[in-house]
């Protein structure tokens, strides 16, 4: 369980993200939740210095779908923030997606050179989503954002 607010950065201890291009796949499922998390994604890259025309917004239907979003932009990108929200039910579904999604974020990382940055809230129950998106613990899309900056220094350092 969060314990600390996931919308804390230090400003001065993240690059300026205005030379680099960002792509951010957004699920549609449970939207009121991922549209939250894009929200304080870009918010955050725009607050660090990145050009609203550099944040390419991608919506897919499910958080499965992720996959496949991250891979079509990732080229266009120099880094990607996945965000979704997988709400635990009565069924096995819940695992199967999320294992799904890890791995498939996962084999994206090992298989392209643009970093894929996951965002995708795996919670018990609604409360717990609310609370990481924007609640009580902040908004893991901010969180996600300062990360995909960083991966975007590292990338444009060792690669190009």
């Given at each position: 369980?969060?314990?600390?607010?996931?919308?804390?950065?230090?400003?001065?201890k993240?690059?300026?993200?205005?030379?680099?291009?960002?792509?951010?796949?957004?699920?549609?499922w449970?939207?009121h939740?991922?549209?939250?998390?894009?929200?304080?994604a870009?918010?955050?890259?725009?607050?660090?210095?990145?050009?609203?025309?550099?944040?390419m917004?991608?919506?897919v239907?499910?958080?499965?779908?992720?996959?496949?979003?991250?891979?079509?932009?990732?080229?266009?990108?120099?880094?990607?923030?996945?965000?979704?929200?997988?709400?635990?039910?009565?069924?096995?579904?819940?695992?199967?997606?999320?294992?799904?999604?890890?791995?498939?974020?996962?084999d994206?990382?090992?298989?392209?050179?643009?970093?894929?940055?996951?965002?995708?809230?795996?919670?018990?129950?609604?409360?717990?989503?609310?609370?990481?998106?924007?609640?009580?613990?902040?908004?893991?899309g901010?969180?996600?954002?300062?990360?995909?900056?960083?991966?975007?220094?590292?990338?444009?350092?060792?690669?190009?």
């Open positions: 369980m969060a314990t600390t607010n996931l919308s804390q950065y230090d400003k001065e993240v690059a300026n993200a205005k030379p680099y291009k960002f792509g951010i796949v957004v699920s549609q449970n939207k939740i991922t549209h939250a998390l894009q929200k304080g870009v918010d955050t890259l725009i607050d660090l210095g990145a050009e609203t025309d550099n944040i917004i991608v919506e239907p499910g958080s499965f779908e992720l996959i496949y979003g991250a891979k079509v932009i990732a080229e266009e990108c120099d880094a990607v923030i996945v965000i979704g929200c997988v709400i635990r039910g009565e069924t096995a579904h819940f695992d199967y997606v999320c294992q799904g999604v890890t791995q498939g974020i996962k994206l990382n090992v298989q392209q050179n643009t970093p894929v940055i996951f965002c995708v809230l795996t919670d018990e129950n609604e409360q717990q989503s609310l609370s990481r998106s924007g609640g009580e613990h902040g908004n893991k901010v969180e996600a954002a300062v990360v995909a900056i960083h991966m975007a220094v590292l990338k444009n350092e060792l690669i190009r």
